[in-house]
């Protein structure tokens, strides 16, 4: 663990329990959206599955994925609970990895702003 000494005075630490909570809670979001997904495609699943008993299966592990995103969620809101006030670090530095601003700013505990650190990245929905 790095001492405070050894921290650049323009970076901002934030404790190691909050990012956990955080990175906690954006798995938690991502479970949900899995969810709502899985319970989108359920009824064209279904009807593929009596044609085919494997798509069954398919639908089977979207519930998995589910509910493995929010027991990791589960884990990582538990650890934060317990981990040490004084564990702290710089998220910015990881956070940099992320391209979906949103995602990044949120794990870095980065303020919204025009000048985000990345640049929005391009995105076509079904066209």
């Known amino acids: 663990m790095p001492t405070d000494a050894d921290e650049s005075p323009d970076?901002?630490?934030v404790?190691?329990?909050d990012i956990a909570d955080r990175v906690g809670e954006a798995l938690e979001d991502v479970g949900?959206?899995?969810?709502?997904?899985?319970?989108?495609?359920?009824?064209?699943?279904?009807?593929?599955a009596s044609r085919?008993?494997?798509h069954l299966r398919e639908l089977q592990d979207f519930d998995h994925i589910s509910q493995k995103l929010k027991n990791i969620a589960d884990f990582l809101g538990a650890l934060a609970l317990i981990?040490?006030?004084d564990w702290r670090l710089d998220p910015g530095v990881a956070a940099?990895?992320?391209t979906l601003a949103d995602l990044s700013v949120?794990?870095?505990?980065?303020?919204?702003?025009?000048?985000a650190p990345h640049e929005p990245?391009?995105?076509?929905?079904?066209?």
């Open 11 to 13: 970076r901002e630490t």
């Open 15 to 17: 404790p190691v329990a």
């Open 32 to 48: 949900e959206a899995v969810h709502r997904l899985q319970t989108l495609i359920a009824p064209m699943v279904l009807e593929a």
């Open 52 to 54: 085919n008993p494997v």
């Open 83 to 85: 981990l040490p006030d």
């Open 96 to 98: 940099k990895v992320l």
């Open 106 to 115: 949120h794990l870095s505990f980065a303020e919204k702003s025009d000048d």
């Open 121 to 127: 990245g391009d995105f076509e929905l079904f066209n």
